[in-house]
């Protein structure tokens, strides 16, 4: 089952990533979905999304979910996801924040079982 998307502004989940906990919190970031069929734009979120759902479903772990928007909306340099404290480049990206920083998964290696396991499960 899809995770639930937030609709945080950019400084709510700044605020939600930086909070203080006893585990880390997680933002998933992806390509909006076309409104034509309902797919995300973007082949790497779709092959992902599933993956990440599955991962994430157990609920308990801090996460949110985000459409980074269109793929024209993405292009755009000025795209808030592309900004600090994101800065984020290519989709999918997940961001995990944790008291030794913030750390990402990108892309490909989103679908990776094994490095999506070692990403999530790994302090």
């Known amino acids: 089952m899809p995770l639930g998307v937030s609709s945080d502004d950019t400084g709510a989940l700044v605020d939600f990533l ?17 409104p034509s ?4 734009w973007c082949g790497d ?3 992902a999304e599933p993956l990440i759902s599955e991962k ?3 609920g308990s772990t ?12 993405w292009r755009t340099l000025t795209n808030p996801y592309r900004q600090p404290p994101f800065s984020i480049e290519k989709l999918p990206t997940i961001l ?9 998964l990108v892309e490909e290696h989103c679908y990776d079982q094994q490095k999506l396991d070692d990403f999530v499960d790994r302090s």
């Open 45 to 47: 979120c779709r092959r």
């Open 96 to 104: 995990k924040v944790y008291e030794n920083g913030w750390h990402r």
């Open 62 to 73: 801090n996460v949110r979910t985000v459409y980074a928007g269109t793929e024209v909306e």
């Open 37 to 40: 069929d309902g797919l995300m």
């Open 18 to 34: 930086e909070k203080t906990t006893s585990r880390p919190s997680f933002l998933i970031i992806y390509a909006s979905p076309r």
């Open 56 to 58: 994430f479903s157990k």
